[in-house]
Nanobody, 125 residues
Framework: QVQVVESGGDSVQAGGSLRLSCAAS?????????MGWFRQAPGKEREGVAH????????YYADSVKGRFTIAQNNAENTVYLQMNSLKPEDTAMYYC?????????????????WGQGTQVTVSS
């Protein structure tokens, strides 16, 4: 059974940085995989933050994080990272990592099968 485990969440001040890590065990990386980060703040819907398609390394970001967040993958370590810079209070949320065994290349949310339990990020002003 695939397990997805996030780490790295913390409380930081606005303008600070954090790096989240996601380890996927018993998960076979292939050229059709996607790995992604999602977040959900209290009272809000879950939103996709960043995705990476293993086939060609394409990355996708929510408009709200473009230029501040970077997703990267280390296949040798079965790990995906989310580097978050210039953090804002509105980035406060539970952050979830997810894995898709197959994607058409655009990493749609519906393609994600495996989800982690989440890691909390809190940004204070």
């Amino acid at each position: 059974q695939v397990q997805v485990v996030e780490s790295g969440g913390d409380s930081v001040q606005a303008g600070g940085s954090l790096r989240l890590s996601c380890a996927a065990s018993r998960y076979t990386y292939s050229n059709n995989n996607c790995m992604g980060w999602f977040r959900q703040a209290p009272g809000k819907e879950r939103e996709g933050v960043a995705h990476i398609f293993n086939g060609d390394g394409s990355t996708y970001y929510a408009d709200s994080v473009k230029g501040r967040f970077t997703i990267a993958q280390n296949n040798a370590e079965n790990t995906v990272y989310l580097q978050m810079n210039s953090l804002k209070p509105e980035d406060t949320a539970m952050y979830y990592c997810a894995a898709a065994s197959w994607s058409d290349g655009y990493c749609w949310e519906r393609e994600y099968e495996y989800w982690g339990q989440g890691t909390q990020v809190t940004v204070s002003s």
